[in-house]
């Protein structure tokens, strides 16, 4: 029998509030289709820590929830995508995150020869999501964990990301993933549901 495994390629998005789990979700898939999951807030992160130029750029807007301006992330993203340990695929955890991203995305793999197999959307409700970003500060630490911004992340999503999977789902390739439940639960009905969009 075949499974998700045996794709030649995949090039997945995983969209999803803050919290719902995207960032594991993104990491299992990742291993089990042997493709890199790239976060763009882990990229920030990492240069925000190493102290480069775009870490100090991007913390300022970090630190209090906001986007990082579409010019440093999309470049970023531009950059990334053009490695060579993408050529088979990838999870992209965190972009598109607004339409002027989805658009740039287009452009991005329009260059590369590419296209998306499926955007993944993992939901989960408001009340769900800061009980586990309340616990995920607590374990972590992280600088944009705090009250005021995680609401203030929640919001841009709702306003910002949320909106933007109509248009996926435009082109049939939206996957909505209920990301309520235990990992192997959750992986599971994510491994089922993006079955048909890859081959
Ligand atoms: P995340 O870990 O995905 O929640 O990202 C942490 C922070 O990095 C976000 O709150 C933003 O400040 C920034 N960030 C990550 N991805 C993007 C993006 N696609 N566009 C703009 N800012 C981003």
Do not use: C, W
């Not at 919290?19 to 240069?47: C, H, M, W, Y």
């Amino acid at each position: 029998m075949s499974s998700i495994s045996d794709a030649v390629t995949a090039r997945l998005v995983i969209m999803g509030p803050q919290g719902a789990g995207k960032g594991t979700q993104a990491a299992l898939l990742a291993e089990r289709l042997d493709v890199p999951a790239i976060s763009t807030g882990d990229i920030f992160r990492a240069n925000i820590k190493g102290g480069t130029e775009l870490g100090r750029t991007a913390q300022s807007f970090t630190a209090k929830g906001e986007l990082v301006p579409d010019s440093v992330t999309n470049a970023m993203v531009r950059d990334r995508l053009g490695a060579d340990d993408v050529s088979r695929g990838f999870i992209l955890d965190g972009y598109p995150r607004n339409a002027a991203q989805v658009t740039e995305l287009d452009a991005i793999l329009g260059d590369l020869g590419v296209s998306l197999d499926a955007v993944i959307e993992l939901t989960a409700d408001r009340d769900e999501l800061l009980a586990r970003l309340a616990r995920r500060a607590e374990l972590e630490g992280r600088e944009d964990d705090t009250e005021e911004t995680i609401a203030r992340r929640l919001d841009i999503y709702a306003e910002q990301t949320a909106p933007l999977t109509s248009a996926y789902a435009s082109r049939d390739l939206l996957v909505q993933v209920d990301g309520i439940g235990a990992i192997d639960e959750v992986a599971s009905r994510l491994g089922a549901a993006l079955e048909p969009h890859l081959s």
